[in-house]
């Protein structure tokens, strides 16, 4: 749209910069702000028609809470946080602009959108939700439209289930207290790989996955149902009869890959 | 060395038939013996200077007894399973010939060896160890030579842990009920290497895993261990304190990547 002017709120950091250089290669007026430099909330609502909050999730909702009831009735409010439910209804009720949920499934170190994963969650949006899944699809992103609920439950595998999958791992191998450089000389390809994703949460950013974790409202049940399935399989296991763990994964895996 | 004839039984399938290939390469004669089709047991030993035992672990014990006493004294018997002690211990057993217990981390689609690791433990050898140590070093294999007591222990990691750790999330994922193509659309980067690995296993040859689980002798331990270790990560996410997630992630990130 012409005239664009985007505000990114956490916008020097993250997914906030990422967003900030894919937009100023489509030619648009970008500007930040950060905790401690950047433009304010109050001159960001009045200047930008588009707002983007990428701040910790833990703060999102307070953001959202101020910048919202600023923004003029024909704007466009939006997010980059990794749920969408509580940051959605949030932007609804602080305030009367246009609102639309994004989530980028991939981090800030991507250098090329083709073929990564966008779900975006128009929640009240008529001019400014085709603007924006424009501008990801040209750049030959995969995007998702769906509700805030759907989503969340989702990222409850996608995220939640992942990401304690990858610290367990990363907590049992600590356990046996075999650094990483040794490990790595005894690796398969895939064990390197486990490797490299428990570096990534442990060593680059851990806070990210604790917030993503602790806030994710499926988090009780993705833990059970881990728990228990991990009983399911110790008990076939410790029997020591191949077939029967032949068995077991032929049953979960005609869930996975059906015959069509 | 001159003259060397290589037989492998197994060698109509997977390691057996990339070991093959790789000796060839290098110029080697090479007979094969599969379940019904190439060289018997008796020519082989009689033939080839070198025989390599590479059929499923099941059945390994059973082989190796049966052409171990076979083999004369000067040649070479060596395997390509993935535990150590115990085909070891059979080679050395049934044979008065020379012994290396080899296992290459990696499976049969590798298309180079460059980089890949090579575990090679030699058990009685004083002529064959140096010529297969240099077959995989001259193509920039990793190679470590080691006991196959230290093996085992480290494969019950880098190979119990591992494909119990996969098998798990495919079984959580496969309770779920989402279908893999489903999943795909939503997945980070991360996520889609995991259903990629879980596909590895469960839908190309979940018999192979089966066995290399059910036929390590530290499986308990891996399986208790795994169990407890998630009940302490359990315990502190439900909690919901991102702080006490981050300090649980801290003091395990120290022992995998202690400061130098």
Redesign the interface.
Same mark, same amino acid.
């Given at each position: 749209m012409k005239d664009t002017v985007i505000g990114i709120i956490g916008g020097t950091g993250g997914m906030g910069r990422w967003f900030a250089e894919l937009l100023r290669k489509e030619g648009y007026e970008v500007h930040l702000s950060g905790r401690r430099q950047g433009m304010g909330k109050e001159d960001m609502a009045r200047i930008c028609n588009v707002v983007v909050v990428s701040v910790p999730i833990?703060v999102t909702r307070e953001v959202i809470e101020a910048v919202g009831p600023l923004m003029p009735k024909e704007s466009l409010l939006m997010d980059l946080t990794s749920l969408k439910e509580d940051p959605v209804r949030a932007m609804l009720d602080a305030s009367s602009c246009e609102v639309v949920g994004c989530h980028p499934?991939?981090?800030p170190a991507?250098t090329t959108l083709s073929g990564q994963?966008v779900?975006l969650c128009p929640a009240r949006s008529t001019l400014w939700f085709p603007w924006l899944k424009e501008i990801f699809e040209k750049n030959h992103a995969?995007v998702?439209v769906t509700t805030p609920e759907k989503h969340d439950r989702?990222?409850s595998?996608?995220?939640v %289930?992942?990401h304690?999958? $990858?610290?367990?791992?990363?907590?049992?191998?600590?356990?046996? @207290?075999?650094?990483?450089e040794e %490990?790595s000389?005894?690796? $398969?390809?895939?064990?390197e790989?486990?490797l490299q994703?428990? @570096?990534?949460?442990?060593?680059e950013q851990?806070?990210l996955?604790?917030?993503i974790?602790?806030?994710n409202p499926h988090?009780?049940r993705i833990?059970n149902?881990?728990?228990e399935?991990?009983?399911?399989?110790?008990n076939v296991?410790?029997?020591?009869?191949?077939?029967r763990?032949?068995e077991?994964?032929?049953?979960?895996?005609?869930?996975?890959?059906?015959k069509s």
């Open positions: 833990g499934l991939f981090g991507v994963h779900v995969v998702t989702m990222m595998l996608v995220q %289930l992942n304690l999958h $990858t610290i367990h791992l990363g907590m049992v191998l600590g356990h046996e @207290g075999i650094p990483y %490990l000389r005894w690796s $398969t390809p895939v064990f790989a486990k994703f428990i @570096g990534k949460i442990f060593q851990p806070s996955y604790a917030e974790l602790v806030n988090l009780e833990c149902l881990y728990r399935t991990f009983g399911k399989l110790d296991v410790k029997d020591r009869k191949a077939e763990v032949v077991l994964i032929s049953k979960q895996s005609a869930f996975l890959w059906p």
